[in-house]
């Protein structure tokens, strides 16, 4: 259960998930320590939960890349918590993630977390209330 914390991003992770998909979780799961460990990002699964004061000034949305690029640059991870979720099998629709849209969304995403030579030259608007970087 989650609770009311310091934290400002929790995400859900589960042990189950490639699994319950059917994949091969050995391959599964090294492939996101691969990602985890080129990004330099922090671990992240199933879902996230955040506050509004991360990605909202005001009105505005503030990310203008991806999420996990923008949690990477804009918060200390003593801010970033994590809780074991289920993983369930998918009872309608299926994905619309093929091989090459993966690949796409892998060199897009690889622009959000190095820029000129791994520091991001894009400015955020964000104040500095989370103890950032």
């Known amino acids: 259960m989650v609770t009311s914390s310091n934290y400002k991003v929790i995400f859900g992770m589960s042990e189950e998930k490639y699994k ?7 391959l599964s799961n090294g492939l996101n320590h691969l990602l ?23 009105a505005n949305f503030l ?43 892998f060199l897009l995403f690889t622009s959000h977390y190095y820029v000129n030579n791994g520091k991001m030259t894009h400015t955020f608007s964000i104040a500095d209330p989370f103890n950032l970087y």
């Open 20 to 26: 319950t998909k059917g994949k091969n979780q050995f």
């Open 63 to 105: 990310p203008r890349l991806h999420f996990e690029a923008y949690i990477k640059h804009q918060l200390n991870r003593k801010f970033i918590g994590y809780c074991q979720v289920a993983y369930c099998k998918r009872y309608a629709g299926t994905s619309n993630h093929s091989f090459m849209k993966k690949i796409r969304l």
């Open 36 to 58: 985890i460990f080129f990004w330099q990002k922090p671990p992240t699964d199933s879902f996230k939960i955040l506050k509004r004061e991360i990605v909202f000034d005001d």
